[in-house]
T-cell receptor, first 117, second 113 residues
Framework: AQKVTQAQTEISVVEKEDVTLDCVYE???????LFWYKQPPSGELVFLIR??????QNEISGRYSWNFQKSTSSFNFTITASQVVDSAVYFC??????????????FGSGTRLQVQP | DGGITQSPKYLFRKEGQNVTLSCEQN?????MYWYRQDPGQGLRLIYY???????QKGDIAEGYSVSREKKESFPLTVTSAQKNPTAFYLC????????????FGSGTRLTVV
């Protein structure tokens, strides 16, 4: 069975601090996809990034960066120079790539990030 | 603009009543999903559907029912058998390939009194 663990329930930082959100996953699939979503107070989840299990390159997008390490089954998310607008709940998610198994994303429990001014 | 519409945003029901949550998409996506969100528990999969007239149970299907008579619509009924129905319900859709990820609706907050 697939499982996603986000051990950090809540993180509070002061604006301009860097913060890393951890994500550890379990799967027996050899090919899979990983995602990060952001849930602002409005409630709707917003897609941030996806990663294929064959692509271990780290990615940077502005103040956001992602570190995918297959050897430790982790897909961590770092926000550099955090801003108040980054305050939200962040979810990591996993799915098998293709095939006849479960065709849906499995989500972690989420990490609530509060950025204080 | 294409998207997913969930209605209503807030819903109040008396204990013992069935209630149906609406989810409509105009993205031409094949697959649709229902998740339940409780504080500290993330999103848990209730039901999902890959094609019209077919759907599969997720991790917490007991007390819920769905139908998929049209590609655009995937309503969720919360029945009186659901022991603790108060929660935030999110609907999502995706193309057949999960690599394309989900598009989510804005959610329905159900409160049973």
């Amino acid at each position: 069975a697939q499982k996603v663990t986000q051990a950090q329930t809540e993180i509070s930082v002061v604006e301009k601090e860097d913060v890393t959100l951890d994500c550890v996953y379990e799967t027996r699939d050899t090919t899979y996809y990983l995602f990060w979503y952001k849930q602002p107070p409005s409630g709707e989840l917003v897609f941030l990034i996806r990663r294929n299990s064959f692509d271990e390159q780290n990615e940077i997008s502005g103040r956001y960066s992602w570190n995918f390490q297959k050897s430790t089954s982790s897909f961590n998310f770092t926000i550099t120079a955090s801003q108040v607008v980054d305050s939200a709940v962040y979810f990591c998610a996993l799915s098998e790539a293709e095939g006849t198994g479960r065709r849906a994303l499995t989500f972690g429990s989420g990490t609530r990030l509060q950025v204080q001014p | 603009d294409g998207g997913i519409t969930q209605s209503p945003k807030y819903l109040f029901r008396k204990e013992g009543q069935n209630v149906t949550l609406s989810c409509e998409q105009n993205l031409n996506h094949d697959a649709m999903y229902w998740y339940r969100q409780d504080p500290g528990q993330g999103l848990r999969l209730i039901y999902y559907s890959q094609i019209v007239n077919d759907f599969q149970k997720g991790d917490i299907a007991e007390g819920y029912s769905v139908s998929r008579e049209k590609k655009e619509s995937f309503p969720l009924t919360v029945t009186s058998a659901q022991k603790n129905p108060t929660a935030f319900y999110l609907c999502a859709s995706s193309p057949r390939r999960l690599w394309d990820g989900y598009t989510f609706g804005s959610g329905t907050r159900l409160t049973v009194v």
